[in-house]
């Protein structure tokens, strides 16, 4: 947590939380146990709003995108409603984003949805990304000297591999198929999930030697706690 954001913690009357379900009761929990560390000498209450069910998407990029716009705007009408229902004309609310909201997050697009049918103003707090924690528990660069760093997705990288990363770095997000196996058995490969929880995993190696054992432990920390958030950083074998 940053001093910023401690601050703004406390200044805060009513916390929007996503009820995902019982799997991701954790996410919440956290969330709670945040506001309980850090909050001081000051009434506050959280709102938890159920979570729109997302619809399977259909083939191909396009119907992905469709079935994603149209979950968004379910949600913009839900946590549109709940502020206007629970948060009074001079209130402050908050939604705690996990992570940074500025990266592969879709709060500030459902925000600025719900700002266009109701009348607030909100501010941005960034907070810890998935990628510096990454980095910061393996004590590892984010990038080669003088190479680029692609940031993409698992989708992404299982339709076009590790092209644009002109030989660099890649950082892949939002992958839940393992899609780094597709690479070639000597890329690099940093993984870590559950990053600065009490269940954090690491593991550090090339493909050929920790792929299926990544595969293996993500496979049985998702049917422990119903759950999982991970993310990798990808380097070409020849890389130092």
Request: net charge negative; glycine share 8%.
């Amino acid at each position: 947590m940053t001093v910023q954001a401690i601050e703004a913690l406390n200044s805060t009357d009513v916390f929007f939380l996503a009820d995902k379900g019982e799997a991701k009761h954790d996410l919440v929990a956290l969330r709670r146990e945040v506001c309980s560390r850090y909050i001081r000498d000051r009434s506050y209450r959280f709102v938890e709003l159920p979570d729109p069910e997302r619809a399977a998407p259909m083939s191909g990029q396009a119907g992905y995108r469709e079935a994603v716009s149209d979950w968004h705007a379910a949600r913009a009408q839900v946590w549109a409603q709940a502020i206007e229902t629970e948060l009074g004309p001079d209130g402050v609310g908050a939604f705690l984003a996990w992570g940074d909201p500025s990266l592969y997050d879709s709060t500030l697009r459902i925000l600025d949805a719900v700002a266009a049918e109701v009348d607030i103003k909100y501010d941005v707090i960034p907070g810890i990304t998935a990628v510096q924690a990454l980095t910061a528990r393996h004590r590892i660069l984010l990038n080669e000297i003088g190479e680029p760093v692609l940031v993409t997705t698992g989708r992404q990288l299982r339709t076009r591999g590790m092209s644009g990363s002109a030989c660099g770095s890649v950082i892949v997000l939002l992958d839940a198929e393992c899609s780094f196996q597709a690479c070639p058995p000597n890329t690099r490969i940093w993984w870590g999930a559950y990053l600065g929880t009490d269940h954090e995993l690491l593991v550090a190696g090339t493909i050929g030697e920790v792929g299926a054992q990544i595969e293996e432990l993500r496979t049985e920390a998702r049917a422990q706690h119903g759950w999982i958030m991970d993310t990798y950083l990808l380097r070409p074998g020849s890389a130092r």
